[in-house]
């Protein structure tokens, strides 16, 4: 049960990313994830843009891994502190010291409502993190990957590599498809190139999007609406393509392994789709929670 309420979590959470009219945010909100783990909300609506820079909570920046960051109420001073390299900013100034190289701000690190604010991205880029930003959803992203983490996506073994890098942090910066339909049961269907772990589609409901494994974080590229009128999509898709956004991915393996799970029965079926839409089904397989996959009989590595 514990399993399934999981799955049913996951599930509503691709459909949320990929409809955007029911999950529409106000414009004076913004959220901020850290790798996977969401800003409380009352630290993060205290984010602003100012001058096309996110100004968020000193917190915010403490949240990130692998950084030390101090303020000096004395001085008004932040300092950040990453593999012995040492940033400093001064509330107020509109420049900043990485080392012992000065530079110049956007925009000032500021005192609000008794909170230290600072840019975002210069701190985060600063640290070695990565910034992404969503436009249409206000959505702020910041994934600082560990070693470990990206060592884990490039294993041997193919499905350790295909979950470790669907466990990544995941970046969706494209625009929302709205009225995408919802699923009541949460399976959906993973497809990946052959041999391949770092690129992966996902199905679920009337909605596909294609993501990719990039510095530590897995990126969305591509999304799209499905329905029985519109474009061909790629040869995965059987169905058309009604609406999409991003960059429409040409698969370049000769084949695609998919596995299409049954959460309630915690099990999945998998197979082969080939250029031309045609599906292998080899079997089905226990599949007890997510990114559990498990290796395909025929799969062959890629080169």
């Given at each position: 049960m514990?399993?399934?309420i999981?799955?049913?979590?996951?599930?509503?959470?691709?459909?949320?990313?990929?409809?955007?009219?029911s999950?529409?945010?106000?414009?004076k909100?913004?959220?901020?994830?850290?790798?996977?783990?969401?800003?409380?909300?009352?630290?993060?609506?205290?984010a602003?843009?100012?001058?096309?820079?996110?100004?968020?909570p000193?917190?915010?920046?403490?949240?990130?891994?692998?950084i030390?960051?101090?303020?000096?109420?004395?001085?008004?001073?932040v300092?950040?502190?990453?593999?012995?390299?040492?940033?400093?900013?001064?509330?107020?100034?509109?420049?900043?010291?990485?080392g012992?190289?000065k530079v110049?701000?956007?925009?000032a690190?500021?005192?609000?409502?008794?909170?230290?604010?600072?840019?975002?991205?210069?701190?985060?880029?600063?640290?070695?993190?990565?910034?992404?930003?969503?436009?249409?959803?206000?959505?702020?992203?910041?994934?600082k990957?560990?070693?470990?983490?990206?060592?884990?996506?490039?294993?041997?073994?193919?499905?350790?590599?295909?979950?470790?890098?669907?466990?990544l942090?995941?970046?969706?910066?494209?625009?929302?498809?709205?009225?995408?339909?919802?699923v009541?049961?949460?399976?959906?269907?993973?497809?990946?190139?052959?041999?391949?772990?770092d690129?992966?589609?996902?199905?679920t409901?009337?909605?596909?999007?294609?993501?990719?494994?990039?510095g530590g974080?897995?990126?969305?590229?591509w999304?799209?609406?499905?329905g029985?009128q519109?474009a061909?999509?790629?040869?995965?898709?059987?169905?058309?393509?009604?609406?999409e956004?991003?960059?429409?991915?040409?698969?370049?393996?000769?084949?695609?392994?998919?596995?299409?799970?049954?959460?309630k029965?915690?099990?999945?079926?998998?197979?082969?789709?080939?250029?031309?839409?045609?599906?292998?089904?080899?079997?089905?397989?226990?599949?007890p929670?997510?990114y559990?996959?498990?290796?395909?009989?025929?799969?062959?590595?890629?080169?």
């Amino acid at each position: 049960m514990k399993k399934f309420i999981a799955c049913s979590i996951l599930s509503m959470m691709l459909v949320a990313f990929m409809a955007g009219t029911s999950m529409a945010k106000s414009s004076k909100d913004i959220t901020i994830t850290v790798n996977k783990d969401e800003v409380a909300t009352d630290v993060a609506a205290l984010a602003f843009i100012e001058r096309g820079t996110t100004m968020v909570p000193l917190k915010v920046i403490q949240s990130i891994p692998g950084i030390q960051v101090a303020w000096s109420n004395s001085t008004k001073t932040v300092t950040a502190v990453r593999d012995k390299e040492t940033i400093t900013l001064v509330a107020g100034q509109k420049s900043a010291f990485i080392g012992n190289k000065k530079v110049d701000l956007p925009v000032a690190s500021q005192l609000k409502q008794g909170r230290v604010m600072v840019p975002l991205r210069f701190i985060a880029e600063a640290v070695k993190a990565y910034v992404g930003w969503n436009p249409y959803t206000r959505d702020v992203f910041v994934v600082k990957a560990t070693p470990e983490m990206i060592a884990k996506t490039q294993s041997d073994n193919l499905a350790e590599a295909r979950k470790a890098t669907l466990e990544l942090p995941t970046v969706r910066t494209l625009k929302p498809i709205t009225q995408i339909q919802e699923v009541t049961i949460p399976d959906h269907t993973y497809y990946f190139p052959e041999g391949r772990a770092d690129q992966v589609f996902m199905t679920t409901g009337s909605g596909i999007e294609y993501l990719e494994a990039v510095g530590g974080r897995l990126e969305q590229k591509w999304i799209a609406k499905l329905g029985d009128q519109g474009a061909k999509g790629p040869y995965l898709v059987t169905s058309r393509i009604v609406e999409e956004a991003g960059a429409q991915p040409k698969i370049t393996t000769g084949r695609v392994v998919f596995f299409r799970t049954f959460w309630k029965i915690g099990s999945a079926e998998y197979g082969f789709i080939n250029q031309n839409g045609e599906v292998t089904t080899l079997g089905q397989h226990d599949m007890p929670s997510s990114y559990e996959f498990f290796e395909v009989p025929g799969e062959k590595a890629s080169k």
